[in-house]
């Protein structure tokens, strides 16, 4: 594979509105090429035999099952709250809009 050239990464900077200094495109673009080599080493790795996988080894379900279970009534889920109004948490205003129902 050709090593990528100063010019290509201008053009990639540019396209990202990146502003690069000269010496950065020097920098990126050894950068660039170094990846763009391991990223041809891992595609000359893998084959056609070979079945993609989304893990290296092989996994179960570590959920539980769903289980009902009661919850909390009103009284409970408000009884640790500062301010309660109509079975529901009261808490400060923070915009001053008027909200039309």
Partial sequence: MA???REEVAHL???SRLAVTEEELDTFAGQLDTILQAVAQ???VAAADIPPTSHSVPLTNVLREDVVV?????A????GA???EEQRFR???ILD???AS
């Fill in 13 to 15: 900077a540019r396209l």
């Fill in 97 to 99: 809009e008027d909200v």
């Fill in 82 to 84: 500062p301010d309660a």
């Fill in 76 to 79: 409970e889920a408000l009884s």
């Fill in 70 to 74: 009661p919850g909390l009534t009103p």
């Fill in 42 to 44: 891992v595609g000359e």
């Fill in 3 to 5: 090593a990528i050239s």
């Fill in 91 to 93: 808490v400060p205003r």
